[in-house]
């Protein structure tokens, strides 16, 4: 049973718009969300996290948002660039799970110039 | 350079070869994984290593062997593996095993084949 999903397995944005990726988790003792960004033939890259006990965190175009009640969370990307062209993952961990992460199967998006 | 390596990139492999994989990171982490993705599977854990000592064994099979012989250095032996082995092997560091907060450092990875 997947306890973090990503539902879209795809997204595709025209460059300059904003790009909307989403997370939705089962566990409610995760307490710590990350977003992870992958190319083709390169391992994840870290892009931003959020802790629980916010709901907003932001760094330049990367903005990300927690809904805990709802147990969502959302990575919007503005503007667009098509080098975030890429497969984006969300991965959460909780302290009595020894801060194991657990991943989504990942998002792929297209920012089309 | 992303501060952890794997080598080989690419390796193809017969069911009764013997190889390993190679990671070596430059961070001054001192907690190592291994990860197994797989097509339309989430990335999954295999091994775990902090300060040089496995916590974590996921109920991998025996024929995937892990060596972390220092805190820079960690090493997965194949042996006898299985068509549906073949998958990317990542691995990651971290500063420690609690701080996976902060996020991973992850090589670019090893694409294997089990013909």
């Known amino acids: 049973d997947q306890q973090v999903k990503q539902n879209s397995p795809s997204l595709s944005v025209q460059e300059g718009r904003i790009s909307i990726l989403n997370c939705d988790y089962t566990n409610s003792m995760f307490d710590y969300f990350l977003w992870y960004k992958k190319y083709p033939a390169e391992g994840p890259t870290f892009l931003i996290s959020i802790s629980s006990i916010k709901d907003k965190n932001e760094d330049g175009r990367f903005t990300v948002f927690l809904n805990k009640s709802a147990k969502h969370l959302s990575l919007h990307i503005v503007p667009s660039q098509p080098g975030d062209s890429a497969v984006y993952f969300c991965?959460?961990?909780?302290?009595?799970?020894?801060?194991?992460?657990?991943w989504g199967l990942g998002t792929s998006l297209a920012v089309n110039p | 350079e992303t501060g952890v390596t794997q080598t080989p990139r690419h390796l193809v492999m017969g069911m009764t070869n013997k190889k390993s994989l190679k990671c070596e990171q430059h961070?001054?982490?001192?907690?190592m994984y291994w990860y197994k993705q797989s097509a339309k599977k989430p990335l999954e854990l295999m091994f775990v290593y902090n300060f040089k000592e496995q916590t974590e064994n996921n109920s991998v099979p025996s024929r995937f062997s892990p060596e972390c012989p220092n805190s820079s250095h960690l090493f997965l032996h194949l042996h006898t593996l299985q068509p549906e082995d073949s998958a990317l092997y990542l691995c990651?560091?971290?500063?420690?095993?609690?701080?996976?907060?902060?996020?991973?450092?992850f090589g670019s990875g090893t694409r294997l084949t089990v013909v």
């Open positions: 961070l001054g982490h001192n907690a």
């Open positions: 990651a560091s971290s500063q420690d095993r609690g701080s996976s907060r902060y996020g991973y450092t």
């Open positions: 991965a959460a961990s909780s302290a009595g799970n020894n801060r194991k992460l657990i």
